[in-house]
C-alpha cells in the first residue's frame, strides 16, 4: 500500500495561482503512474493530469494550457501547478497512484479542497 498526502488547496480569485503537492509514502520511482483528479459537487470524478514512471505526460482539454503536473523524485512528491484558475476549477482535488504488474493496485490521497472565487 502506498499513502498519498494532499496539501496546498485553499480559496483563491479568479485568475489566481495554486500549487498543490501530493508526498508518497515510497519511492515515485516505482509507480507506475501517478495522477491528480477531482470531484466538484455533484459530479463524477474527472482525470486532471497524469504523469508517468517515464515522465510523460497528459492532461485533460479543461486544464491543457492552464495546468502542469511534474515530480521531485528526491522528495517522492507530485505538483500540480494550477494557473489562470476559474470558478468552474472548484472541486476537491485528489492524488491515485497505480502500481504493479499492470497497474492493477491503486491508492488515493484523501483530498485537498480548492476554491475559486471572488
Known amino acids: 500500500q502506498v499513502q498519498l498526502v494532499e496539501s496546498g488547496g485553499g480559496l483563491v480569485q479568479p485568475g489566481g495561482s495554486l500549487r498543490l503537492s501530493c508526498a508518497a509514502s515510497?519511492?515515485?520511482?516505482?509507480?507506475?503512474?501517478m495522477g491528480w483528479y477531482r470531484q466538484a459537487p455533484g459530479k463524477e470524478r474527472e482525470l486532471v493530469a497524469v504523469?508517468?514512471?517515464?515522465?510523460?505526460?497528459n492532461y485533460a482539454d479543461s486544464v491543457k494550457g492552464r495546468f502542469t503536473i511534474s515530480r521531485d523524485t528526491a522528495k517522492n512528491t507530485v505538483y500540480l501547478q494550477m494557473n489562470s484558475l476559474k470558478p468552474e476549477d472548484t472541486a476537491v482535488y485528489y492524488c491515485?497512484?497505480?502500481?504493479?504488474?499492470?497497474?492493477?493496485?491503486?491508492?488515493w490521497g484523501q483530498g485537498t479542497q480548492v476554491t475559486v472565487s471572488s
Open positions: 491515485k497512484c497505480d502500481y504493479g504488474l499492470g497497474s492493477r493496485f491503486h491508492d
Open positions: 504523469i508517468t514512471f517515464g515522465g510523460s505526460t
Open positions: 515510497r519511492s515515485i520511482l516505482s509507480i507506475n503512474v
